[in-house]
């Protein structure tokens, strides 16, 4: 029903930014939340950030300061901007989409950002 694409991922180093940024495509009817989880080898897929309801943030602690989500409700696209890169950052970031609280969660196939000298 609704496919998410992501983009932005890279190399960079220890204290530089990166953009990653989402758009989501399909039968679209409504929108409730739009997020990015990340996962490293090895462990756990965790949220990073996302919004939900009319635009309620929430931020993972290790990316709190560092990490800004936009969502752009009329292009249903979602964005974030990471500042002050750390190698623990390092990981796949997959979009998420969800068209109302409860209901499946979309996931994009992930863009792989790497942070190291």
């Known amino acids: 029903q609704v496919q998410l694409v992501e983009s932005g991922g890279g190399l960079v180093q220890p204290g530089g930014s990166l953009r990653l940024s989402c758009a989501a495509s399909g039968s679209i009817s409504r929108m409730y939340a739009m997020g990015w989880y990340r996962q490293a080898p090895g462990k756990e897929r965790e949220l990073v950030a996302d919004?939900?309801?009319?635009?309620?943030?929430h931020y993972a602690d290790s990316v709190k300061g560092r990490f800004t989500i936009s969502r752009d409700n009329a292009k249903v696209t979602v964005s974030l901007q990471m500042n002050s890169l750390k190698p623990e950052d390092t990981a796949v970031y997959y979009c998420?989409?969800?068209?109302?609280?409860?209901?499946?969660?979309?996931w994009g196939q992930g863009t792989q950002v790497t942070v190291s000298s």
């Open positions: 998420t989409f969800q068209a109302g609280p409860y209901q499946n969660t979309y």
């Open positions: 919004v939900t309801g009319g635009s309620n943030v």
